[in-house]
């Protein structure tokens, strides 16, 4: 049984482009933090905001039921 570690497939991308250099991550990543600083970073705030927009989404929705 051969045992030697095998290298690694070369990265077939025809991109040169980081996957982390796209424009729309750096805009997502701009406004997670926009709306993080708006907290003040703090966790606790931003659940208890999450937690109060997702239930003021919910109101005039008739959620699905299971079927059996």
Do not use: F
């Amino acid at each position: 049984m051969d045992t030697r570690k095998r290298r690694s497939a070369p990265r077939k991308s025809l991109c040169k482009q980081k996957p982390w250099e796209d424009d729309v991550l750096r805009e997502v990543y701009a406004a997670r933090d926009a709306y993080a600083a708006e907290h003040g970073y703090d966790l606790d705030r931003i659940y208890a905001d999450l937690s109060l927009r997702e239930a003021s989404s919910r109101l005039g929705r008739e959620m699905a039921r299971p079927t059996n």
